[in-house]
């Protein structure tokens, strides 16, 4: 099985982003699966852009996206990207969507194709914070996971999908508010390995009720 | 223009829920419109079921659903309700749905049909703190949301569908730890009101950044 | 009964301090007391030196400042404020003391001498969330309040004190994260003002339980 | 060196205590140091009484004491403990003191005695989230750090005292809603260890900018 990880570039007046960096770290072979990883831009258009050309490239089994959530204390796997683009700030090249289809034809939502409690479980099960998510917000990271499950539904209908955020990492925590949730780099890329360990070894989702209670 | 406002008993060990006690104080007239208040049941199955024979009963133009959303600091306007059951706790029934699909035909996610800037908008314009959420949890509130809009879609095309969620009341963060976000309920029935204005006056939404930046 | 109300100036980027925006808005006369509104520099050494001008000359009964917690959600009137100058960020005249004491002779804390407890029942009495805090910070809140609380027990024993943080605005949470807490600045000028009836018309303390479990 | 590590029992309708838990797996050896462990009961007269029972059995030259801070994400090493019970729940002996000094001829406050700054920076050294907190709260956790700090000012004046928050486990949090902050109870006792290592190696405070910024 073929993994393809994407982490995001820095963004936000942020040096690092704790996503690709977490990536980089991550083993070549992981459960017997090959990893490959890149980086993306953190830019609606050319993430997307980006993303197919490595899917054409690698061929890959499966798309997992990594993005950074700054104030979230957990590892969080994303279960469903909405078709909505709206920036509270322009993305890295200036781009800044404004209540917009991120496709005209594409349904109001997909959820994730790989087995999100499976990889929450297998995540906790190593001693890592993570919990479930049902919303990406509305920037580049739910545009990314939006537009690679948008288009494997529409072309390439074996491939996998899904998306994963990360809390900023000890270092960004550093200069921001006493108490402000952060995990360092070696931790995500650790929660990471379980995450993908999960998609390559379970054949289905995993039974447990995770949801929320509004 | 007659707009049906409903809001649910309490549920999860709390005394009241706000959100009817809010609902409760609304005037019979906003705007010109016409109020109609009614509570339902925290339980998946039978709050649509209310809502149903309330929307055959009263005819309205506009389903608005209330909800408590222990924890946040604002008053959220719904963006998006998604198919899916999940049930961290067994609801007022005792029914405990886990990875269900809300409606086996529905689409994977429905956004609201109401002016959700608008009203975010204009409740700030008044002092009250407000922001748009892409997240309505996966309980009853989303439940409730999802299926008022997929009858609608299905059944009843030009009823618009939105759904609120409201801080704890004073009285109920007194018990809990300093700190815990809290609101007055009169104060939220202020909310409302003016969001109910915006659905009323607007007939498009609102110009303005609002998205998040994960 | 003289009431001196201080509120700081804008700091660490904002564009304006609810605080003094708040304070501003008080009325004159408060359940027959006088108000008296200054604004102070948000700079350690400068902002006690004017508040202790503002006692030389008005001979207030109660000195009440009042600071912005950006983050807090509530109305915090804060119970103590300790020996410790810690700057995160260097204040509005470039000092950044770390790991100092800010008075070489004083205790290592000071209890505010107001009814915090009253105080914050009163406030949500009248439906605006508040609580006790029990951390002023290491900034310059915390240093107004200490070195006010040090200078009444040296040379002013009549003179009553203590320190009242705010939310963010809605006006400065517009452009942070979703769900940034934040209170309109009417709202924090009536709380500011049920405060202040506290102070004049409670002989003692309230007798509730507004403690913390950790 | 000899360091004494306390840890409460469960508390609050909680099955676990994660800071005893945490405690017993330290090593019996640190840096040369030797480790004594107890439980203490989260009790606020017998707690104090556990403590000194400790000191003059085993004649410590440190006692760092550890409880759980339900709902912070991190590791917090506490900088001050105030002359204050206030409790919001019953302890687990029932005794539900409200708005007592701790120790009729205690000072108001007092602050820790090890290098909490050097301890912070030490667990983020390892990866691990870590800060200081101006606030233990007002409940057996701030009891037993201000009591210790009392006698120790009194009676045992070489000894150096200390207390360490830590969040909720992963277990605790999997019951509480999504994204309720935790950490494994092995990364809590990893953070221990380190805090424990600074404690032993470090002759002087880390010189290190930490504060707040209310």
Redesign the interface.
Known sequence: MKILVTGFDP??GEKVNPAYEAVKLLPNKIAGGDIIKIEIPTVFSKSTIAVEEAINKYEPDVVLSV????????I?VE??A?N??????PDNDGE?P??EKLQQDG?????ATIPV?AMVKNI?KH???A?????????V??SIMYNTLYMTHKKYPNIRVGFI?VPFS?EQ???K???????????IAKALEFAVEAIIVNKE?A?E??????
Chains 1, 2, 3, 4 share one sequence.
């Open positions: 963004f936000g993005g950074q959530a700054g104030g979230r204390s957990n969080t279960k469903v909405i909505l683009a709206e920036a509270r700030i800044q404004m209540d349904e109001t939502a997909y959820f409690k906790r001693g890592i914070p919990n479930i998510s049902y919303t990406a917000g509305t920037y990271c739910n955020h000890i925590a550093v200069g508010p006493d108490g402000t949730a952060c995990m360092s780099v070696e931790t989702e039974k009720v995770m949801g929320t209670i509004m």
